[in-house]
Each structure stands twice: as structure tokens, then as C-alpha cells.
């Protein structure tokens, strides 16, 4: 009972596996959890790559204030010039007034979702990377039906390492990943 189950799912199937439970009652519960193999690119190969950017231009995405805020002091505090907006429709005027080299977006947004908003940057403005942010488990494969979209996940809460890892893999010209944190 409680949240342990449900975290443990999202995290499981995050990283396209799958839980099976065997309860009796009075002798207890048995979790079979099962995780694919893969040989993904290492955290420390994707930060090796973040040397190679530079300072960039980025605008954060996100309803949740705290979150967005959190966001952008790491980017800064990474030699990065960012920027942000509590919205689809916010990130799109900053976008028509501004350059940028990069976005974060989150996922879950009232009035336009990430998978929308990314539509319309893709359609705008086709060099820009996009990286979606988000806490809820997504599909490797998920990932890759939408690399005309995205060009990377980071799920939060965002760690700084992650956050470098992407940014180093995604501006170095690196093929869509699917940043899987626990």
C-alpha cells in the first residue's frame, strides 16, 4: 500500500520493464521485476560531450515556478544564457522575439502539453533542440516514434549531472536519448 508500488512501477516501466506480483494471503508478496539489456550510451561518455558545447542560448518550459526557476539557476550556473516562460503560448512569443539554441519543456502543461508545444517549435523553428522534461514514466520507445519531435528526456526531479549529460549529448548533434534517472 501507499506510494512505494506505484514510484516503483513508474521507474520500472521508465526503463521499459515490466513488475509482476504473487501474493498469499498470511505468507506474503513476491515481485518478479524484469528489465530489458541494452548498452545505451554511459552517463560519463555523455559528459565527456559537454565540454565540446559552449555557452548556448536556452528557454525553459515549465507551469510549476519552483521547478522552472530550479532549472534555469543550473543552467546558468553551467556557463548557459537562459531564459524561461510558465507556458506553451509564453515560450512561443519569446521564441518570435529571441533566439534560441535549446528548450526544455515540460511535459504536463495546462494549456498546451509538451508534445504539442514541441509540434509547433519543430514546424516554426526546425534547428532548435528540444529536450522534454517530465515525471512520468515514458517508453524508450516512445522516444524514438517521436525523434522528429524531441531530440532528448530528462525526467525529474532533474539532477545536475543529467542535466549536463543531455545538453552535452543533444548539442554535440547526438541522436534522441531517453535519459533514464531513478
Not at 29 to 43: A, G, Q, Y
Not at 53 to 67: E, M, P
Not at 111 to 138: C, F, H, N, S
Amino acid at each position: 500500500t501507499g506510494l512505494g508500488l506505484a514510484v516503483s512501477h513508474s521507474i520500472i516501466e521508465r526503463h521499459g520493464g515490466r513488475i509482476e506480483a504473487q501474493s498469499e494471503p498470511g505468507r506474503g508478496s513476491t515481485f518478479l521485476i524484469t528489465l530489458p539489456v541494452t548498452r545505451d550510451i554511459s552517463k560519463k561518455e555523455l559528459l565527456d560531450s559537454t565540454a565540446q558545447v559552449g555557452s548556448k542560448r536556452i528557454l525553459v518550459i515549465d507551469d510549476d515556478a519552483g521547478v522552472r526557476g530550479a532549472l534555469v539557476g543550473m543552467l546558468r550556473s553551467a556557463g548557459h544564457d537562459a531564459e524561461q516562460a510558465s507556458g506553451g503560448r509564453a515560450a512561443l512569443e519569446k521564441m518570435e522575439s529571441e533566439l534560441f539554441d535549446l528548450v526544455f519543456t515540460d511535459l504536463s502543461m495546462p494549456e498546451m502539453d509538451g508534445w504539442a508545444l514541441a509540434g509547433e517549435l519543430r514546424g516554426r523553428w526546425p534547428r532548435v533542440k528540444i529536450v522534454l522534461t517530465t515525471g512520468y514514466a515514458l517508453s524508450p520507445n516512445i522516444v524514438r516514434s517521436n525523434s522528429h519531435l524531441i531530440d532528448g528526456v530528462v525526467f525529474k526531479p532533474v539532477r545536475f549531472e543529467d542535466l549536463s549529460a543531455v545538453l552535452g549529448h543533444v548539442l554535440s548533434g547526438g541522436e534522441p536519448i531517453n535519459l533514464l534517472t531513478a
